[in-house]
């Protein structure tokens, strides 16, 4: 079974889930994991190179090969991470999910469970809707949504950090100044370990 896990992350907050969530579906026997990095815009690109910690961490991820359609394609289940954008998902993000069509048209997504993440510059900077609007198209293709559930230890608290139901989430601060906390990145794994077991259930 292939679990996909593909984000985008321009100051690493998103890739540190992802890696988590990726950590967390290796968990599971029988899976293999496939972690991708979407494609940047190019005028994006050349910010980039202004910004010393944007630079760094494109740097590290140039080992991260970039999404195919074709990934999705292979893909049984997967995950999508992105951090928000004024409560929505980034254009990034958006680009290679509005690049699926020819998946839609032959239903090649439906039944495949979905998970998502993100990360916010606050605590009520959209971490809610960005995660909701990411599941809109992935229910028009026909897939499974994966949540976290509230068994999950560290998922009730009345800290300033993430933790939804709608999935895995951290604060990076205003200036990307903070890290995920420790409980950010376990209920980033669990979410990562559910949707590679429910993908081996529902795609056996």
């Not at 809109?136 to 509230?150: A, K, N, T």
Request: negative net charge; charged residues 20%; proline residues 4%.
């Amino acid at each position: 079974m292939k679990v996909l896990v593909v984000y985008y992350s321009m100051y690493g907050h998103t890739l540190a889930l992802a890696k988590a969530v990726a950590e967390g579906a290796r968990r599971v026997a029988n899976v293999e994991v496939m972690l991708r990095r979407v494609q940047e815009f190019e005028a994006v690109d050349e910010k980039i190179n202004e910004n010393d910690a944007a630079r760094q961490v494109q740097d590290q991820q140039q080992d991260i090969p970039i999404c195919t359609v074709d990934d999705l394609r292979a893909a049984d289940g997967v995950v999508l991470g992105s951090p928000t954008r004024y409560g929505n998902m980034t254009a990034q993000m958006k680009q290679l999910i509005d690049s699926t069509s020819a998946l839609w048209l032959k239903g090649e997504m439906e039944g495949k469970p979905a998970g998502v993440f993100t990360s916010t510059a606050s605590t009520h900077g959209g971490q809610e809707t960005t995660l909701l609007t990411m599941m809109v198209p992935l229910l028009h293709l026909g897939m499974l949504i994966v949540g976290v559930p509230y068994s999950t230890p560290g998922m009730i608290h009345t800290e300033a950090r993430g933790g939804t139901p709608y999935g895995a989430t951290t604060i990076a601060g205003g200036q990307g100044e903070l890290q995920p906390k420790p409980e950010d990145l376990e209920i980033a794994k669990v979410l990562g370990q559910r949707v590679a077991e429910i993908t081996v259930k529902v795609r056996s």
